[in-house]
């Protein structure tokens, strides 16, 4: 079945560090891949999102890059910030699917 | 717009009685989720409409369990009767009808079965 692995947390960052979470994932066909965060007290909201190989989501200083070939969708930020503390979750959605399959999350942690 | 919203934010309650969770989508939204988080088994889903109809319901533990959409603006998680094991927390999240629209999540109901 299809499934979603990330890095263990909790990660732990000075402010202006770069970060990098890892996400593999394992699924058939060509699914559209996802980061969703979770801030304190909240719900979970999409940061990006890329539907098809080689494609590069992006959003408030976060990329991450569909790689087919690693099966991988690693996020990456140049410089974190304080406010970047949260919950960050990796998930897929199969081909024609409506179903969300979540990895367990990483929470990180920036300190000023 | 309101986003979608959950209510109760937390609810304690004793093994053995009934909980009813509760939750309005966004309007306009004909998909909706619903999430359980807990520490051990992260997130996972239990059931989804679409257009009000139960659509897969396989991520529900047991009977214990049962989700109604009466109509596109609520939906309630009935846990008869709760167990401490089902303390966790509880989202809601809604969407368009299209396979690549995104999830808009509810703030969530935090469940604590003594």
């Known amino acids: 079945g299809n499934s979603v692995t990330q890095m263990e947390g909790p990660v732990t960052l000075s402010e202006e560090a770069f970060l990098t979470i890892n996400c593999t994932y394992t699924a058939t066909g060509y699914p559209s891949l996802f980061w969703y965060v979770q801030y304190p007290g909240e719900g979970l909201q999409l940061l990006l999102k890329?539907?098809?190989?080689?494609d590069k989501g992006s959003n408030k200083g976060f990329e991450a890059t569909y790689r087919k070939e690693t099966t991988s969708f690693h996020l990456e930020k140049g410089s974190v910030q304080v406010s970047d503390s949260a919950v960050y979750f990796c998930?897929?959605?199969?081909?024609?699917?409506?179903?969300?399959?979540f990895g367990q999350g990483t929470r990180l942690t920036i300190n000023p | 717009d309101a986003g979608v919203i959950q209510s109760p934010r937390h609810e304690v309650t004793e093994m053995g009685q009934e909980v009813t969770l509760r939750c309005k989508p966004i309007?306009?939204?004909?998909?909706l989720f619903w999430y359980r988080q807990t520490m051990m088994r992260g997130l996972e889903l239990l059931i989804y409409f679409n257009n009000n109809v139960p659509i897969d319901d396989s991520g529900m533990p047991e009977d214990r369990f049962s989700a109604k959409m009466p109509n596109a603006s609520f939906s309630t998680l009935k846990i008869q009767p709760s167990e401490p094991r089902d303390s966790a927390v509880y989202f809601c999240?809604?969407?368009?009808?299209?396979?690549?629209?995104?999830?808009?999540f509810g703030s969530g109901t935090q469940l604590s079965v003594l």
């Open positions: 999240a809604s969407s368009r009808l299209q396979t690549n629209e995104k999830l808009f």
């Open positions: 890329a539907t098809k190989a080689d």
């Open positions: 309007s306009g939204h004909n998909s």
């Open positions: 998930a897929l959605r199969s081909q024609g699917a409506q179903k969300l399959v």
